[in-house]
C-alpha cells in the first residue's frame, strides 16, 4: 500500500480564502493518489477569542502557556470552530472529511507539560481508526486537543501532533505554514537543515518563536522515519504539489 501523507496546517490559513481554496483543490488532487491526513492548530484564532474575553495569554519557547481555565475557549476554538471550518472546506471540495481530535481512537495519549498548565506532549499510541477511516476512503481532519492518561484535556501543540500522527501511520509528513519555509538570518529560504544545523540555528536566535517547535518535531520525525520532512508555505499551493511529487519546495530538514 502506498504510504500515507499527514499534512500539518496553521489555523492561519482560514484567512486567506485564495489560498484556502487553492490549496484544498490541491489535496483533493493528492487524494486520490495516496491516503492523507490533515492534521491543523489554530493559535491566532485561540489568541484573538481570549483577547475578545479580556484573558492574558502568554507563550514560551513558541508553546501557548495555558491555565485549565482557558480549556473551555481553547478547545472550543480549535476542535469546534476552526476544524469545522476546515470540514466544511474539505467537503465543497468533494472530500469526505471528518473531524476529530487527537484522543478520538486514541490515536495518541498525551503527558502533561505541568510547565505550562493543560499542554499535552503527544506520543503515538493507535492507528487504528485514522486506517479504519482513510481504508474507507475518509479524510481525516485533527484538531491540536488531547488527552491525558487520566482524562484530561490539553493543548498540544499542532506541529507535535502532526509529528506524532505520522508517526503511528508510519507516513510521510509535511508543516505547512505560513512562510515560504525557514529562513536564514537575511530572510531568504534555507534550502536544506540537518541534525547539527538545526540546534545551532535556534541557539543563534535565527530560528524564534513557533519555527522552534516546528523545526524540533520536524527533526524527531525525520529522525524516526529517517526520511526527511518539509516545512513550507501554504501560501503556495505548488509547494504542496512538488513536495507530494518527491520534488524540492520549502525546507528539507534532514536527519
Ligand atoms: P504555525 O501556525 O504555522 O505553526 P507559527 O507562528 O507557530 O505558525 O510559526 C511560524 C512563524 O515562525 C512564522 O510566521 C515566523 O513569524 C516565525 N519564525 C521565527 N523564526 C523563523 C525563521 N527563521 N524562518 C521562518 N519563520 C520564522
Ligand atoms: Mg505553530
Known amino acids: 500500500m502506498t504510504t500515507p501523507l499527514v499534512i500539518k496546517l496553521g489555523g492561519r490559513v482560514l484567512t486567506d480564502a485564495a489560498a484556502l481554496n487553492a490549496l484544498f483543490s490541491t489535496v483533493h488532487k493528492l487524494a486520490a493518489l495516496r491516503p492523507l491526513v490533515l492534521v491543523h492548530g489554530g493559535g491566532d484564532q485561540v489568541q484573538d477569542l481570549l483577547q475578545r474575553l479580556g484573558e492574558v495569554s502568554t507563550k514560551t519557547a513558541g508553546q501557548r502557556v495555558t491555565p485549565a481555565g482557558h480549556m473551555p475557549i481553547v478547545a472550543g476554538v480549535l476542535a469546534g470552530d476552526v476544524n469545522s471550518q476546515l470540514c466544511a472546506v474539505a467537503q465543497q471540495h468533494g472530500l469526505k472529511s471528518v473531524g476529530l481530535t487527537l484522543q478520538a481512537g486514541e490515536t495518541l495519549i498525551c503527558a502533561v507539560d505541568t510547565s505550562r498548565g493543560a499542554v ?18 475518509y479524510l481525516p481532519i485533527l484538531s491540536s486537543i488531547g488527552v491525558s492518561a487520566d482524562g484530561q484535556r490539553l493543548n498540544v501543540n499542532a506541529d507535535l501532533a502532526a509529528a506524532a500522527v505520522a508517526q503511528v501511520l508510519h507516513a510521510d509528513l509535511i508543516l505547512l505554514t505560513d512562510v515560504a519555509g525557514i529562513l536564514d538570518r537575511d530572510g531568504l529560504l534555507i534550502d536544506s537543515i540537518n541534525a547539527t544545523q538545526a540546534p545551532q540555528l535556534i541557539s543563534d536566535g535565527v530560528v524564534r518563536d513557533g519555527m522552534v517547535v516546528k523545526l524540533n518535531a520536524a527533526l524527531q520525525a525525520a529522525q524516526h522515519s529517517r526520511r526527511s520532512i518539509a516545512v513550507a508555505g501554504w501560501q503556495d499551493a505548488n509547494a504542496l504539489t512538488r513536495l507530494a511529487k518527491g520534488e524540492a519546495a520549502g525546507t528539507r530538514i534532514r536527519y
Open 120 to 137: 499535552g506532549i503527544p506520543t503515538p499510541n493507535s492507528s487504528k481508526l485514522l486506517q479504519l477511516l482513510i481504508d474507507s476512503d
